[in-house]
């Protein structure tokens, strides 16, 4: 059974940083991608960026040139850079991962099988 576990959330003023980190165990291979999404409240749950195994990404147009995702694979472990904060940021931040090995990432959120429980992250002005 894969489980993803996040930390690394908080609170922190506009213009700040955070590193998320997503541990994932259960797997017994490298999962075609892995992703991070947020959720605030009253809003539906965007994507934020996604990693296939081999390096390729894809970020939501909000985050691009201020958030870096990145994995280290042998350790099964994701992370999420976020530079220069804005109080939008504010959200829950959940880890996803497929449960593929093959083919090709779809960076879409029916690729995704497993979640993690999401950390919190607040911004504020």
């Known amino acids: 059974q894969v489980?993803?576990?996040?930390?690394?959330g908080g609170s922190v003023q506009?213009?700040?940083?955070?590193?998320l980190s997503c541990a994932a165990?259960?797997?017994?291979y490298?999962?075609?991608?892995?992703?991070?999404?947020?959720?605030?409240?009253?809003?539906?749950?965007?994507?934020?960026?996604?990693?296939?195994?081999?390096?390729?990404?894809?970020?939501?147009?909000?985050?691009k040139?201020?958030?870096i995702i990145s994995q280290d694979?042998?350790?099964n472990t994701l992370y999420l850079q976020m530079n220069s904060l804005?109080?939008?940021?504010?959200?829950?931040y959940y880890c996803a991962s497929s449960r593929r090995w093959w083919g090709t990432c779809?960076?879409?959120?029916?690729?995704?099988?497993y979640w993690g429980q999401g950390t919190q992250v607040t911004v504020s002005s």
């Open 73 to 75: 694979n042998p350790k």
């Open 65 to 67: 040139g201020r958030f």
């Open 86 to 92: 804005k109080p939008e940021d504010t959200a829950t």
């Open 30 to 63: 490298v999962p075609i991608c892995m992703g991070w999404y947020r959720q605030a409240p009253g809003k539906e749950r965007e994507g934020v960026a996604s990693i296939d195994k081999l390096g390729g990404t894809t970020y939501a147009d909000s985050v």
């Open 3 to 8: 489980h993803l576990v996040e930390s690394g």
């Open 14 to 19: 506009a213009g700040g940083s955070l590193r």
């Open 25 to 28: 165990s259960g797997y017994t």
């Open 106 to 113: 779809t960076y879409t959120p029916q690729e995704f099988d």
